[in-house]
């Protein structure tokens, strides 16, 4: 008989998920994990970075409080105290997950699992980071000796990702570090090139020219978060300009040298050395699949090195399934946990898929980014008619109240039936306003409906109706476009 009904394989947002959904559905569950519970999110990624981007964005609003009536002398940051912060919020919060996996009976077994066969594994102690101390133990090699072995009906394997590397000269010198690294920065840098202008590299932009690091970025698109909606990637453009932060777009790194300085070599429309006393290498990430002994459990990957699934998300392997970044689907906490409760579903005898037609994303800057649906230019590229509606925060009456007006909402629409296709926020609270325009192409509502809902006000929220009224050509607050 084997050890479990369920094996999970990573305790990130889509395998502890997994793990405690088919807990639920009556099964044996065991979970392998090397870290604390909740993977790269609760530890190396959305919960930390929000912590210390939320302090940024409090000292970005007390500098100027003089706009609102509210005269703060001696203003400064304590950068220690920032990170403790997030520490603490990081330790309660994987806390909490560790207490739900023992609530619902999952076994949770520390170390680094590595298959024996399809439905068997041998566990390793996990090792010690050398990124920095304390870093993710995923970085380093499993110890040589395995400390027991597992088995089970099915294995769902929640890996996650890690980091890419940039493989150009110069890229493991001290000082070039990847979003992981960043964390171990004991104070905020002066000088700091960001390669890669994508949500993880503009995050980090944003947070440190916050805190008064002198920012570049460098990226190979002709916008910054080129996965985005070219107008919402302009409109980050200028607003980092703005801030001063300087961008290049249209432009690669060729090298990084070390003399007085970390100097870094641009090559492109912008040509130039830049020197650096830190370079944050934000380029993307890739699948976390180094000496898991996939072979041996016959599981392909793809030429990226990601696994691939189908709706049920089943590999290739009977009784093995694959879910989160691993997958390459959608490199989004949130797609990990409906993943992973869509396979411990299937795998308990319930009929289940995930529909990825409407996933949102959101990027943390300042002003904050997100989307979800097809951009202008996909949509008009798959073959649609359309019609785009847009509505800016600074004709929005809460907006104004709120002291922050900067940015819009751009709605992409079929032109013949009207139908949402996308939704595209830049500006603040975009990242909880996009759930608005989720549900709307779930629903396959259209511009008239949103239009025809009643909407609070004064809210941010009542932006997707106004923008609404504005691609029916009836907008109320802003003048009508000219025809």
């Known amino acids: 008989m084997p050890d479990f009904d369920l094996l999970v394989v990573g305790g990130g947002p889509g395998g502890y998920v997994a793990a405690i959904r088919a807990a639920q559905r009556g099964l044996r569950v065991g979970l392998v994990e090397k870290e604390r519970p909740g993977g790269v999110c609760l530890n190396w990624g959305c919960i930390p970075t929000k912590a ?52 619902n009976g999952v076994t949770v077994i520390e170390g680094h699992a590595r298959f024996t066969g399809p439905t068997s594994v041998e566990v390793f102690e996990a090792g010690s980071s050398p990124i920095f101390p304390g870093g993710p133990r995923y970085a380093a090699a499993p110890t040589a000796t395995a400390t027991r072995t597992l088995s089970a009906k099915d294995v769902v394997i929640a890996t996650g990702s890690v980091p890419a590397r940039l493989p150009i000269p110069g890229a493991d010198l001290p000082g070039v570090i990847t979003s992981d690294g960043a964390f171990g920065l004991t104070e905020v840098p002066g000088r700091l090139v960001v390669i890669g202008g994508s949500a993880v590299g503009a995050e980090w932009a944003s947070l440190f020219a916050s805190f008064g690091s002198q920012v570049t970025v460098v990226e190979m698109q002709d916008t910054l978060v080129p996965l985005e909606d070219a107008d919402v990637g302009a409109a980050l453009g200028r607003s980092f300009t703005e801030r001063g932060i300087t961008v290049l777009t249209g432009s690669t790194v060729e090298a990084i040298t070390q003399a007085d300085a970390l100097r870094v070599t641009v090559a492109g429309e912008h040509a130039r050395e830049l020197a650096a006393d830190v370079v944050l290498v934000g380029v993307g990430r890739r699948p976390n699949t180094a000496d ?19 709706e049920q998300l089943r590999t290739g392997v009977e009784h093995v399934y694959a879910i989160g970044d691993v997958t390459g689907r959608a490199l989004l906490a949130h797609v990990a946990s409906h993943q992973g409760l869509t396979a411990a579903d299937v795998i308990a005898g319930h009929p289940a898929h995930i529909d990825y037609t409407a996933i949102p994303a959101a990027t943390f800057t300042h002003p904050e980014i997100a989307s979800v649906g097809l951009t202008e230019a996909k949509a008009r590229a798959a073959g649609h008619d359309v019609v785009t509606a847009r509505f800016p925060f600074a004709a929005l009456g809460r907006a104004q109240t709120f002291g922050d007006t900067e940015g819009f909402v751009k709605i992409v629409a079929g032109q013949r039936h009207r139908e949402v296709l996308g939704v595209h926020i830049i500006g603040p609270s975009a990242s909880d306003l996009i759930t608005e325009g989720a549900l709307a192409i779930s629903l396959e509502a259209t511009l008239d409906e949103l239009a025809d809902t009643i909407h609070a006000h004064p809210t941010l929220g009542e932006i997707g109706m106004e923008a609404a009224l504005a691609g029916l050509g009836l907008p109320v607050h802003i003048a009508p476009r000219k025809r």
């Open 52 to 103: 210390m981007l939320r302090s940024a964005e409090i000292f970005q609003t007390i500098t100027a409080a003089a706009d609102f009536g509210i005269h703060a002398d001696n203003v400064r940051y304590d950068f220690a105290a920032v990170r403790r912060r997030k520490d603490d919020i990081v330790e309660r919060l994987t806390g909490g997950v560790a207490s739900l996996l023992a609530a």
């Open 292 to 310: 898991l002994g996939l072979d041996t459990a016959g599981v392909a990957t793809d030429t990226r090195g990601f696994i691939p699934v189908d």
